[in-house]
């Protein structure tokens, strides 16, 4: 479905107020991303549920951005593929932009130009942006980026938001500091007085005030990430910077002094910049091995470069944490849009028979959730721990609940310290490192520097023995590896089960994963009205859940929407049911944006229409 | 205390790993001895050591001593990064890595610089023997030029210095030695052992099986005949053993000696031979690596020391306490902390 706004009767019907999508073309660089934020921070503080995507180039400065800021009465937070004001400040792609608005829309654009109305199904707003900066004494050093502050003040007074909130928005994106707040207020009073003089309000597009986001927060999932990391116990992050994981490190630099200890201010967070990502994850397994709660996070490419490495962990079976932000790869070109193509690359990544444990984050309170988790999880398997989360959820900005303070204590698996690993010896008369006692596939391991004689193992990949010793004999390493597909196998049950929302008299199921999530509950909604009833499963961890294969096997028809061009979720379920599952249908998407409720819904009328006939 | 327990009451046997599988005479088995010989004689506690390795024969040497150490056979040339994981987790912990010339010249280059520049403290042996063993016979990045192998033929590339490599990356302790040379090996382990941060200790070990005829500059016949000191040395301990009143040094001439105090207050007492090389300078130090490629002289000694520069520890501003030892509220902040932080994202 696309957004049907047919000239006069459509958008007569139609209510805009509180439920409408502003998109912003500016260029990279250019300062816009303040002014972005200071609308979205309005729309929060007058209680409207609001969500923001940034659609960046991969360039410092100059190359073209577009920034669409949601307001959705009903709190639906996906993307839209359709913006129905659309503020044009990038010549370059005005012409696009404006061919791209809705019949009935509304255009802000430069009157500087002189650019000349070129669509009359559209209202047309043109706004002396030279005339409005010379009123107000602007040093020119800041001239080009307060430009952006003109459109905040012309969409306060056309759309309802009072100055007032907007300078509480503006001290709330300048921590507080009272004087950008000033000077680029002076801007945004200015242009909303020339709008007040000079512009007709269209009143189909504003905004009321709501009390939808009272107690709420508006964060980012790397941000959510790194919170979550530092109440999980992580110790020694390290990292290569790259697009669109750099952020999850930055959180933690930003917070980590919550971390320190308090009687001497000293930090308990080692953060160290690698030279390649090879590096890093060779830091965070050594400083694993020897006790810490380490972490890196990266993206594909960096997780190419770990494959060797992260097999190493695998087998050596050694506690980290990996946070994979997603986006399309490979090399230059998309880093900064999003994909969730790299789902098999990590489930199965390096060399040997490896299936590795990733948690998919569907929002930024799971971000958190899974920030601290993925380390309990770590030292429970001792394995590396994937969070699958991507450019998406991880770098916009997200409404959210607060989150949750984790509801159980670190614990740090079978860790055995000095004295329990003597308490071991007594009940065991031995203690091997690679020995199942307990059954569930997870050895018992000591971390170097305990004052203990027999605390020692010889840590290597392949080719040792339950004893840790080495050995070339094949039944070694078939009981090895028998022991390890028990650990994993288990853990489908005991890893972040899938969230379902199943009633079976609905014959429609619907299953996906991540951030997808916002976008699939309003697809629903859309499908519930054209009598489509749908059920619900969004898989959290990897290996799957017994539970995602009885969802498969209870439906006339399964939808696995995911935005990858292959369907790598599809194809891993199709890999797990034995059974027959032609009524399953993968809907991939991987066009480098995120997902819509509306492509969702409009694949799914489509083939339940197909099934009807 | 019978003369060969030492100050925590073991033998040197207790010292000893696993039997060493690699070629019988091979020079790092007389390394992996040596390492073994100087844990006992400074009483180095073993539950507290490191070893780490990355792949190649030289790699495969952690297996042959200091059985009661902890131990990481890593990926090849990737163990500088595992070495700086490990020492991030816990500080207190005293890192010995072993690592070959192919391990460390080619594919780990880049770590090891890295490592050096970082300034993570350990030891780290370069056991070098100008080729690969394990993979049968291959030129490494050490191999000298003119350098002929049986299958390979002729290797026509310049050799990396890895002594060089150390000190352009910022190394304050880099030594070159013979695993024919036990003497010296002793006393540049102890030293390096006392020194805070990265000290590389670049032994030529030559290959008995692929590089050890007597035209090969890397060979036992090379080394034996070849081997020029650029010192004599006293170590006079500290750290790890008695007093030093006990140890008694013949006194060196004036002018000759250069007396260099490592971290632990312990020091390093050098004759100067033929050279006169003075290794706390930078230009001599750089100097004299050129001069013995230049005339391909196999010379040995402490080639460079500096005052330790911070580590990286130090330059992290992290809690004395082991990382890995923090527990409870050190790992994870309040509820209240966590009101606090969602506040300021409302």
Redesign the interface.
Known sequence: MTLEMQAGAETQQRSFVNDFTLMVATKNGSGSQTSNLVLIRSLFRMGIPVSGKNLFPSNIKGLPTWYSIRASKDGYIGRRPTAEVVVAFNELTAAEDILNLPPGGMLIIPADWKWGKTRDDVTWHEVPIKAILTQEKIEPDFRERITNMIYVGVCCYLFDISLEIAYLALLDQFNGKKKPADMNFGVIKRAYEWATENLAKDTRFRFEQLNQTE?????DGNTAGA?GS????V??A?WYPITPSTSVIDGVLD?KS??N?PE?G???????Q???E?????????????????MTATSGPGISLMA??VG?AYF?EIPCVIWDITRMGPSTGLPTRTSQGDLLFIHFLSHGDTRQVVLLPGSVAECFEFG?RAFEEAERLQMPIFVMSDLDLGMNLWLSE??A??EQ??NRGKTLDKLSLEEFFAEHGEWYRYKDYDGDGVGYR????????????????TGHTEKAT?SERGDDWVKNLSRIERKINDARATLPQPIIDHDPAKKIGIISYGSNDASIVEARDLLAAENLHTNYLRVRSLPLAQSVIDFVLSHDSVYVAENNFDGQMAQLLRMEIPQDNRHMKSLSLGDTLPMTADWLYSKIVEQEKQHAR | MPADVNKLGLKREAYKGSPSTLCPGCGHDSISNKIIDVAHEVGLPMYNVIKLSGIGCSSKTPAYFLGSSHSFNSVHGRMPSVATGAMLANQDLVAIAVSGDGDTGSIGLGQYKHLIRRNVPMVYIIENNGVYGLTKGQFSATSDEGQKVKYYGLNELPSLDLCMEAITAGCTFVARSFSGDAEQMRTLLKAALSHRGTAVLDIVSPCVTFNNAADSNKSYPYGKANEQRLHDYDFIPVGYVQGRDEITVDPYADGEAISVEMHDGSFIRLKKLDHGHDPRKRNEALNVLEQARVENLFLTGLIYYEEPRPTLIDTLHITPTPLSHLQGDKLRPSAAKLDELMKSFA
């Open positions: 107690g709420k927060i508006l964060i919170l530092l109440f999980g116990g110790t020694v390290a917070h919550i971390r200890d001497t000293e930090s308990t967070v080692a953060v160290v690698a030279e390649d090879l590096a890093a994850v060779g830091m965070i397994i050594g400083a694993g091995w020897a006790g810490a709660r380490s060797e490495f190493l050596a601290w607060p989150f303070y984790p204590p670190i000591t971390i170097p520097g305990i004052d203990h004689p027999r605390a020692a193992y010889f840590t290597r990949g080495y």
